[in-house]
C-alpha cells in the first residue's frame, strides 16, 4: 500500500507532480551549468584532436613529398653515376687495348733492330755477300713494313699521338702562300685603314680653313 501524506495522497505522486525531486536536481542551474562545461570541454578535446591529426597529415603529406623528391633525385644521380661508370669502363677499357697495341708493336720494333743489328754487312765476306744479301734483305723489307704499317694506321688510336707523327720525317720546307699574303695584306689595311680617314679628314678641314680665310 503506498505510502501517503497528510492528505492522504500517494508519495509517487507528488514526485510526478515535482520535476526538481523526480530528477534529483538534474534540471538545476547548477547541473546545467555543469553539463554545459562538460560539453565545451569535450568540443575543445574534440577540436584539439581534429586539429592534431590534421597537423600529423600534412607532416605526413610533406614528409611523402620530400620522399618523392628524394626518390627522384637519387634515381637521376643514380642513372648519371651509372652512365658514367659505365662510359669510363668503356674509356678505360680503350686505353688498355691501346696500351697492349702499343705495347705490340714496341716489342716488334725492338725485335727488328735486334734482328737488324745482328746482320753487321761490313763483316760479310766476298764469297757470301750473294746469300747474305738474300737473307737479309728480306728481314730489312719485314722491318721497314711494320714501321709504315703502324704509322700509317696511327689514326685510329684516341688516347695517343705517337704513330701521328713519323721519326725521321723531314719536314716540308715553308712555302710561300698567296693566300696567307692576302690575309696579311688585308689585316694591315684594316689596321692602318682609321689613321688614313683621320688623316684624310684632317687635310680636307685644312683645305677648307685654308680656303675660307682666302
Same mark, same amino acid.
Given at each position: ?13 507528488q ?15 547548477? /547541473?546545467? /551549468? ?5 560539453? *565545451? ?13 590534421? @597537423? /600529423?597529415r *600534412? ?27 659505365r *662510359?669510363?669502363?668503356?674509356e ?11 705495347? *705490340? ?15 753487321q754487312?761490313?763483316h760479310?765476306?766476298?764469297? @757470301?755477300?750473294?746469300?747474305? $744479301? ?5 728481314k730489312?723489307? $719485314? ?9 700509317? @694506321? ?8 705517337i ?52
Amino acid at each position: 500500500m503506498p505510502i501517503g501524506d497528510k492528505k492522504g495522497e500517494p508519495m509517487y505522486r507528488q514526485m510526478e507532480l515535482n520535476p526538481r525531486a523526480a530528477d534529483g536536481e538534474m534540471h538545476s542551474p547548477e /547541473q546545467v /551549468q555543469m553539463r554545459l562545461e562538460k560539453a *565545451r570541454q569535450q568540443a575543445e578535446y574534440h577540436e584539439q584532436q581534429r586539429m592534431q591529426l590534421e @597537423s /600529423q597529415r *600534412r607532416e605526413l603529406e610533406h614528409s611523402n613529398e620530400q620522399k618523392n623528391t628524394f626518390k627522384a633525385d637519387l634515381n637521376e644521380l643514380g642513372m648519371k653515376l651509372h652512365n658514367a661508370v659505365r *662510359r669510363l669502363e668503356r674509356e678505360l677499357e680503350s686505353m688498355e687495348r691501346e696500351q697492349l697495341e702499343v705495347e *705490340r708493336v714496341a716489342e716488334g720494333f725492338k725485335k727488328h733492330l735486334i734482328t737488324l743489328a745482328s746482320l753487321q754487312p761490313d763483316h760479310w765476306s766476298t764469297e @757470301s755477300l750473294g746469300e747474305r $744479301l738474300k737473307e737479309a734483305l728480306p728481314k730489312l723489307d $719485314l722491318a721497314e713494313n711494320d714501321f709504315d704499317e703502324a704509322y700509317s @694506321s696511327g689514326h685510329h688510336f684516341c688516347h695517343t699521338q705517337i704513330f701521328l707523327h713519323k721519326p725521321g720525317a723531314d719536314t716540308p720546307p715553308h712555302r710561300f702562300n698567296m693566300t696567307d699574303f692576302k690575309e696579311q695584306f688585308l689585316k694591315g689595311i684594316a689596321f692602318h685603314l682609321p689613321l688614313f680617314v683621320l688623316l684624310l679628314i684632317t687635310w680636307l678641314i685644312y683645305l677648307w680653313v685654308t680656303t675660307a680665310s682666302a
